[in-house]
């Protein structure tokens, strides 16, 4: 379940039904049209005849503009070149070539338009609202286009804070194992090296984390397992920890260290205050709309009479809770979600669910 990429927004339709979305949009704005031109421009023939007309201009031209919507050549271009072009050719286009299909229809002698006689009014008519019409679809993708990179631009920043706050917290993490890794050399050689092995796998695993934008649950497990063998190797029996992760979802993306500050939070505010032993429980599972991922402690977990604590915790006003919850927000949208849980008899639950 990778996180989705970003790409080019493409507002004229690929599949059927949005193709006929849009052909019924273009219908109900040329029988508009067609109107304007019957009351506007009398001795065009009936309204019917009109109407057949300015129908068939439309469709030929929604065609033609769909049709080079797929050419590599203008999807090259600068937006503004690439919907000039389109209108130099499909206005002219669906002008000459949908006036012939609607005399074809109307079983009419075919010609020329404008052969007999010049009437200007539907060639002003076609131009008008064939110009506005791919101004509006112009304005829609310049827009979208806009959007995508508001989102990308959140996506950025919130990785930069990622890498932030890596560089915040891998120091003090550091510094506090080599205090710990120095008294044990000479105390504990084995234990000391066992330390220095978890180490290495821990900032190792980090290092290749902040370089990419998704990385397997494996590897995200991997970094946990080795993150809580040091704590456990600094914290003695006062910490176990248990990984689940099934063999079904070891290849599932997800954004690096997403659940390093679920388990970093549960380990200073549940499992450091608390006075006797405690434990860590990462699990992952299939759930029916996607996979959820549960980092559960048995810490001090919340009193009962704060009954607004967990409302808060889940607004995220711990910043490694929140961080979690924005990055979702920025790879996911609403199709993921963290929230928080209370255990009994103590304790609290961090829930992720992502959809998809």
Excluded at 125 to 148: H, M, S
Aim: hydrophobic content about 45%; overall charge neutral; proline content about 5%.
């Amino acid at each position: 379940m990778p996180p989705p990429t970003h790409r080019h927004t493409d507002l004229w339709p690929e599949a059927i039904g949005e193709a006929l979305q849009a052909t019924v949009a273009s219908a109900l704005a040329w029988a508009l049209a067609a109107t304007l031109l019957y009351f506007l421009a009398p001795g065009l023939g009936s309204f019917s005849r009109v109407l057949m007309f300015s129908e068939c201009v439309g469709i030929t031209m929604v065609a033609c503009v769909l049709a080079l919507r797929r050419s590599q050549r203008l999807a090259r271009l600068r937006p503004a070149s690439r919907w000039i072009i389109t209108g130099l050719v499909a206005i002219p286009t669906g002008f000459v070539a949908g006036h012939q299909i609607a005399f074809l229809l109307l079983g009419e002698p075919m010609q020329m338009v404008g052969n007999q006689r010049i009437s200007l009014s539907p060639i002003i008519f076609t131009v008008l609202v064939g110009g506005l019409g791919l101004y509006y679809y112009a304005t829609r993708e310049q827009l979208a286009n806009e959007a995508a990179a508001r989102s990308e631009a959140q996506r950025l920043a919130i990785e930069s804070q990622l890498r932030l706050l890596r560089a915040q917290l891998d120091p003090h993490m550091l510094f506090n194992t080599l205090a710990n890794m120095r008294s044990l050399i000479r105390e504990d050689v084995d234990r000391a090296e066992s330390m220095i092995d978890q180490l290495i796998v821990y900032l190792r695993s980090a290092l290749a984390a902040s370089q990419t934008e998704a990385v397997a649950l494996s590897r995200e497990f991997t970094q946990l397992r080795a993150y809580l063998d040091i704590m456990s190797l600094r914290m003695g029996p006062r910490l176990s920890y248990r990984l689940d992760l099934p063999a079904a979802l070891a290849d599932t993306l997800v954004p690096p260290m997403l659940l390093q500050p679920l388990v970093e939070n549960a380990i200073k505010h549940g499992l450091e205050p608390k006075v006797g032993a405690g434990s860590i429980e990462v699990t992952a599972q299939q759930s029916g709309a996607g996979i959820e991922i549960r980092v559960s402690d048995s810490g001090l977990g919340l009193p009962a009479d704060e009954l607004e604590s967990l409302a808060e915790r889940h607004a995220g006003t711990s910043y490694g809770l929140q961080h979690v919850r924005d990055r979702l927000h920025a790879v996911y949208g609403s199709a993921a979600a963290l929230r928080l849980e209370r255990r009994v008899p103590s304790g609290v639950c961090a829930v992720i669910r992502i959809s998809g």
